[in-house]
């Protein structure tokens, strides 16, 4: 039998770095994790899929991975959205 793949983020499990940039100022943003980690103490141990269903984000029906990041440069704070891949 065949085993059923599953989407995973590429950034979250270390098979791709972060890389985005600042969309006010161009430089490298530093990820600063998994967005809904933020949320509360016992936020990192909420399933994944659980956690996308209240986050106020549509990463639950885009498959993607919210990732918190900042701009050491400007200061910016924001949201990337990191898309999910087939393993």
Known sequence: MQPKSTLSCPVCNGFS???ASCPTCG???V???RYMDLFGDYSPYRPIDDA???DGLIDARTHQC???ATCRHCG???VQLIQ???Y
Do not use: I
């Open 31 to 33: 990820d600063n994790g």
């Open 17 to 19: 770095p972060f890389a």
């Open 27 to 29: 430089q490298p943003l």
């Open 76 to 78: 910016y704070e924001g």
């Open 66 to 68: 919210p990732h918190y």
């Open 52 to 54: 996308k269903l209240t």
């Open 84 to 86: 999910e891949q087939k």
